[in-house]
């Protein structure tokens, strides 16, 4: 069982992975965008932009951005309103203005420079235009429903391209103004926490889940703990899986884009609401509070709220000591590793005996595994268990449970299962939940595309497609557009074995870990791969050669012995 913790991936960021040099090319600009940045005070903004690389290995090694209020004098002796210098580092997302106080309303221009990691000096880009609203500007209906696509997915198999299609259409049905999801019609915490990766990998959403989550974190009920939905009433208090979503949604924005200021804006009301839950629960052993709404949507098969809870708890330490390192503040990222180590502790006392799990549901299953509160000895058992139940039982899981259990299978060698279960929702007779449609596209970009961020916004990446031995599917084609560039897979089976063509973004490192043989002959652009450019044999571990890979397009070839 593989932890969903997401571990820092260090990489050799300028040296060459190869005995030959990497192509040298210039860095030119392939777009700027700006955002607010939200932790100043007074009105300003930030600066990203994306790099169009010549050849492989290309990273930004220094930047200088200009701003100014007349495109035509925007140039270093120009009239400028701030000048940044030249400055050296990687970083090319949400870099802030530091110049002086902006005033709103007004038209402004920038632009910036680029340096290469041979530090040549590049041309300056065209000048983009931004400004800031007035504070008597009317705010802008946001709506989810025509945010701008962010990634693309295709296979071999039918039903699950008919499936990615359907997960599109689920987002723009449900991220209308104000979120809508069965039960009732409300924007329920629960389906917005486990719908935000999937929805969020294929399309921007950022500042829509802002808008949301800006209500959200402002409505805390009962001694700090976040409510169910943003607002005030009944439908408002907490509960565990619900109230969650404060610490879920700005967690997975911030992995997947790298935009740190949805963890700032949550993370002062996700401290008051795990430090209310351990109040509550001072031994660790799982105390549900608020309503109790349990896993909604199973079949027959509840999970008590105390189990869930306990669950829950776990998560929630976990994304907080993330959400800890991003703030830098070490004391929170210990106590809540050791919470975390409390709750397993005092979850295997309580919920694991004599070698089992005392919870029968699928969903406790799933949620013992996926949280990885087991004793590792027990998690394959459980798992090969879960897997034989799935198999005579179908899905009986409620929307927290379906939500885990196709990485939960994948992790754990039952990968083919996974598809199944997959294409299952797309049968004749099926009506997958918003919850299942969405799980089910982003476990298609994680594991059949094999796109995983090693660090957020994916500055380090890898790339590891979980390819079923079955034949079940034996093409994939898919892409997602980083916040650095298009990261992208088309990968395919034959006879011979594998051919996988990978694109690394700009200013980015990654490692691709394609399946195969060990003794397998690979090869890059059909060369023996101690002769490519850029990349370079790590190991070879768990079934996977592991090739360490900086910037660019490589083709493999995998053919079996």
């Known amino acids: 069982m593989k932890s969903w913790k997401i571990l820092p991936l260090m990489l050799a960021l300028s040296a060459p992975l190869s005995a030959k040099e990497p192509e040298l090319g210039k ?313 975390f180590s409390k709750v397993r502790e005092g979850f295997q006392k309580k919920y694991f005996v004599d070698g089992k799990l005392t919870e029968k549901s699928q969903t406790a299953q799933i949620l013992a595994l996926r949280y990885s509160l087991l004793p590792p000895e027990a998690k394959q058992p459980t798992a090969d268990a879960l897997a034989t139940r799935l198999e005579k039982e179908g899905l009986k899981a409620g929307n927290l449970g379906t939500a885990a259990v196709l990485p939960v299978l994948s992790w754990t060698d039952h990968h083919e299962q996974a598809v199944a279960l997959a294409k299952s929702f797309g049968a004749e007779d099926a009506a997958p939940s918003a919850v299942a449609l969405a799980n089910t596209q982003e476990w298609m970009f994680a594991f059949l595309a094999g796109f995983i961020h090693q660090s957020p916004g994916f500055k380090s990446l890898r790339v590891s497609p979980f390819i079923p031995t079955d034949g079940s599917v034996t093409e994939v084609k898919a892409h997602h557009e980083t916040p650095y560039g298009r990261l992208a897979i088309h990968w395919k089976t034959s006879e011979k074995g594998l051919s996988a063509t990978v694109t690394v973004p700009p200013n980015t490192t990654g490692i691709i870990a394609l399946p195969g043989e060990e003794k397998a002959q690979l090869t890059e652009g059909g060369l023996p791969l101690e002769k490519a450019v850029a990349c370079q044999l790590m190991r070879f571990a768990q079934g996977r050669h592991e090739i360490i890979a900086q910037s660019g397009t490589y083709q493999f070839e995998l053919v079996n012995p």
């Open 27 to 339: 860095i030119s600009l392939a777009s700027l965008s700006t955002s607010p940045d939200y932790k100043k005070e007074e009105a300003s903004v930030r600066f990203s932009w994306k790099i169009k690389a010549e050849g492989r290995g290309q990273l930004q090694s220094s930047y200088r951005i200009l701003v100014g209020k007349d495109k035509d004098t925007l140039k270093p002796d120009g009239e400028l309103i701030w000048d940044s210098g030249k400055v050296e580092g990687f970083e090319s997302i949400f870099m802030p203005y530091e110049g002086p106080a902006l005033t709103p309303d007004t038209t402004y221009y920038w632009k910036v420079q680029l340096w290469n990691n041979q530090k040549e000096e590049g041309p300056w880009s065209a000048p983009a235009s931004f400004s800031l609203p007035s504070e008597k500007s009317e705010p802008a209906t946001i709506s989810g429903t025509e945010a701008k696509s962010t990634g693309d997915f295709s296979c071999s198999d039918e039903t699950l391209n008919q499936l990615f299609k359907a997960a599109i259409d689920s987002r723009k049905k449900a991220l209308t103004p104000t979120p809508t999801f069965q039960p009732n019609g409300l924007p329920w915490g629960a389906p917005l926490q486990l719908t935000a990766r999937g929805y969020a990998f294929q399309a921007d959403l950022n500042d829509y889940y802002r808008s949301w989550l800006e209500g959200f974190v402002e409505s805390p009920v009962e001694g700090g703990l976040l409510p169910s939905l943003a607002g005030t009433g009944e439908n408002s208090k907490p509960a565990p899986g619900y109230s969650d979503a404060g610490l879920v949604v700005p967690f997975a924005l911030w992995q997947l884009t790298g935009d740190k200021s949805l963890v700032e804006l949550a993370f002062d009301p996700a401290v008051a609401h795990v430090g209310a839950i351990q109040k509550i629960d001072s031994d660790f052993s799982g105390k549900t509070f608020g309503i109790d709404r349990g896993d909604y949507g199973h079949k027959d098969d509840p999970t008590s709220s105390d189990f869930l809870a306990a669950c829950v708890f776990s998560l929630d330490c976990r994304i907080l000591s993330e959400m800890a390192t991003a703030m830098e503040h070490l004391p929170y990222i210990m106590q809540h590793q050791v919470w």
